[in-house]
């Protein structure tokens, strides 16, 4: 029986994952899964995040049963590909075996842009929920599979999407499609319940827009989070893939 590729994207917090997501969605027989291993993060961890009650009730709670949805999704599919949406400090404890013929995606951004974004909705953010250290491990983790992999620095991603993404699809061994560059306003069916929490931004853009700047340095309070996520991050951005 055919499978369809899975393109696994894996992620930090506020590093346009959505929009990404949406991009993909635009692919002729592309299906898409938002944060299939999210329940099972806020299990584990009890972390009081928005909407976390409707979360836990809505999808399976386990890793394992995380895991089957995936394959029920792959095997039962008519699509080609299958893209999922995974933020890396969901998958600590997560085997990864499943994903061995997978084509693999690293977003990375820089961890100041990350801090200053996410700490409007989760105040008291800490170096685990960034995820850019599990990034790091979990990219040593898959230089053991055979499938493809690459990792993509956003912002350089959005200095010109029309150059960009193609680049990003040929190393992916995916055709690219100028359909990927938009996209409609609004709510997705495929969104995670929690969407009304966090895609409130996403929603109102149809394409993408220009990166951030990196700004003037963080307060005390977030400038010692930056200064042990920098390691992991340019370790990462040291091995990005290049468009010049």
Same mark, same amino acid.
Request: charged share 25%.
């Given at each position: 029986m /055919?499978?369809?590729?899975?393109? &696994?994207?894996?992620?930090?917090?506020?590093?346009?994952? %959505?929009a990404?997501?949406?991009?993909?969605?635009?692919? +002729?027989n592309?299906?898409?899964?938002?944060?299939?291993f999210?329940?099972?993060?806020?299990?584990?961890?009890?972390?009081? #995040?928005?909407?976390?009650?409707?979360?836990l009730?809505?999808? +399976?709670?386990?890793?394992?049963?995380?895991?089957?949805?995936?394959?029920?999704?792959?095997?039962?599919?008519?699509?080609? !590909?299958i893209?999922?949406?995974?933020? =890396? #400090? &969901?998958?600590?404890?997560?085997? *990864?075996?499943?994903?061995k013929?997978?084509? &693999?995606?690293?977003?990375?951004? #820089?961890p100041?842009?990350?801090?200053?974004?996410?700490?409007?909705?989760? +105040?008291?953010?800490?170096l685990?929920?960034?995820?850019?250290?599990?990034?790091a491990?979990?990219?040593?983790?898959?230089?053991?599979? &055979?499938?493809? @992999?690459?990792?993509?620095?956003?912002?350089?991603?959005?200095?010109?999407?029309?150059? %960009?993404?193609? =680049?990003?699809?040929?190393?992916?061994?995916?055709?690219?499609?100028?359909?990927?560059?938009? *996209?409609?306003?609004?709510?997705?069916?495929?969104?995670?319940?929690?969407?009304? #929490?966090?895609y409130s931004?996403?929603?109102?853009?149809?394409?993408?827009?220009?990166? $951030?700047?990196?700004? %003037?340095?963080l307060?005390? @309070?977030?400038?010692?989070?930056?200064?042990? =996520?920098? +390691? /992991?991050?340019? !370790?990462?951005?040291? $091995?990005?893939?290049?468009?010049?």
């Open positions: /055919y499978e369809p590729k899975v393109i &696994h994207a894996i992620s930090g917090p506020r590093n346009i994952s %959505t990404l997501m949406y991009s993909f969605a635009q692919r +002729p592309c299906m898409v899964i938002d944060e299939p999210y329940a099972p993060f806020l299990k584990r961890t009890d972390l009081n #995040h928005p909407g976390k009650k409707e979360t009730d809505s999808y +399976p709670n386990s890793s394992e049963g995380s895991i089957e949805r995936i394959n029920m999704f792959i095997r039962s599919s008519e699509n080609k !590909e893209y999922l949406k995974n933020m =890396a #400090h &969901h998958m600590v404890d997560v085997p *990864w075996d499943w994903t013929n997978a084509a &693999h995606i690293f977003w990375i951004r #820089h100041r842009k990350v801090i200053r974004s996410f700490s409007k909705v989760l +105040p008291n953010l800490s685990s929920d960034i995820g850019i250290v599990e990034q491990n979990q990219w040593r983790k898959v230089q053991q599979f &055979h499938g493809r @992999k690459i990792i993509v620095d956003s912002d350089e991603m959005l200095l010109n999407p029309e150059k %960009t993404f193609p =680049a990003i699809c040929d190393s992916l061994g995916i055709p690219f499609y100028t359909q990927m560059l938009s *996209w409609s306003k609004g709510l997705k069916p495929f969104d995670g319940t929690w969407w009304p #929490h966090w931004n996403v929603h109102k853009t149809s394409s993408f827009e220009s990166g $951030s700047q990196l700004g %003037t340095p307060n005390t @309070k977030y400038s010692k989070i930056e200064l042990d =996520a920098m +390691p /992991y991050y340019l !370790e990462l951005y040291r $091995s990005r893939l290049k468009f010049s």
